[in-house]
């Protein structure tokens, strides 16, 4: 039996340019997505290896039992699958996560999207694609598989990098932080889980990537380049601001990114001592990401537990 191939790629955390990332915004004369973003230590497992059985098991948060890979229900497995002419039978996958891809907004379908590209490469004997390649091929099969996403989590997941710049001719730059700015950085940042979403993130992208917003998603994209130099000059309390200018451009780009449990959750933070914050991913649920300082954690950490709000331990990938 041919040998397993698994694959490990994590999730991420997106602090600055989420939104602008859809071609169909940074490919327009003149414009440019800037993303500024870390992964983190919370990965997706793919683990495949030939089956006896002639059917094709697929694990995930629900179990197929497909009769051929053209069978499989889970849209991004079979487009990756039959794309690269993967055996028809007698597979067996696994998609393990640290954390449940029910919208956590922390970039699970996209990490996914790269694993399954590196699991069938090395199953096919293909050799290593860059990162460049590796990122947009990814992104390209989510996109065939019917989600209408941006760019934005494929990168980090693929790379392992932090600030990125795209346009309309190719991928221009992709570049690491030091290490030790990365930790001084996610020292001041704490990450909860507010709630279930209220909304389907795949709706609130697909408005966003049809009807974009060029305003706001230039702002969004110089944020991230702001971003970059405060990161770099480390003067950490600008991050707070950059954050919570970035939530209020967001909201712009759908009426239902957030809501009101949402915003109250906000705003309690905020007088608890925060000095911003946004909601990761798409919007209308998951990971509330909030910037405070060492001696405003306990009162924010108090007032987050008191609305049930469990806090996520992580830190760099």
Excluded at 1 to 21: E, N, W, Y
Excluded at 66 to 76: G, W
Excluded at 203 to 217: Q, T, Y
Aim: charged share 20%; aromatic share 8%; proline share 3%.
């Amino acid at each position: 039996m041919r040998t397993i191939q698994i694959t490990r790629v994590p999730l991420r955390v997106s602090l600055a340019g989420g939104g602008c990332d859809f071609p169909e915004y940074y490919t327009m004369p003149g414009k440019m997505c800037r993303i500024f973003s870390l992964p983190i230590d919370k990965y997706i497992w793919i683990t495949l290896s030939e089956r006896f059985d002639s059917e094709v098991f697929v694990g995930y948060r629900a179990t197929e039992i497909a009769q051929t890979i053209h069978d499989i229900k889970h849209p991004l497995v079979r487009t990756i699958f039959e794309a690269y002419h993967m055996p028809e039978t007698h597979l067996e996958v696994h998609l393990i996560a640290n954390l449940s891809g029910n919208g956590t907004g922390l970039g699970s379908s996209s990490a996914l999207a790269v694993g399954l590209v590196q699991a069938c490469r090395r199953w096919q004997g293909h050799s290593e694609l860059a990162w460049q390649e590796l990122a947009k091929q990814a992104w390209a099969f989510e996109r065939a598989s019917g989600a209408k996403v941006g760019i934005q989590d494929h990168l980090p997941a693929a790379s392992y990098l932090n600030y990125f710049e795209i346009d309309h001719t190719n991928l221009l730059l992709g570049e690491a932080i030091p290490a030790a700015y990365m930790q001084e950085l996610i020292d001041n940042l704490l990450l909860f889980h507010i709630e279930n979403r209220t909304i389907d993130g795949k709706v609130i992208l697909r408005h966003i990537s049809e009807e974009p917003n060029e305003a706001v998603m230039d702002a969004l994209s110089k944020q991230a380049e702001s971003m970059r130099q405060v990161v770099n000059r480390k003067t950490w309390d600008e991050v707070g601001g950059i954050l919570h200018e970035g939530w209020l451009l967001k909201k712009k780009l759908h009426k239902r990114i957030s809501n009101d449990t949402i915003d109250e959750a906000y705003a309690e933070a905020i007088r608890a001592g925060a000095l911003g914050g946004k909601l990761c991913g798409a919007g209308g649920g998951g990971f509330l990401l909030l910037y405070a300082t060492p001696g405003a954690q306990e009162a924010v950490r108090k007032a987050m537990k008191g609305r049930g709000y469990r806090e996520l331990t992580w830190s760099i990938a």
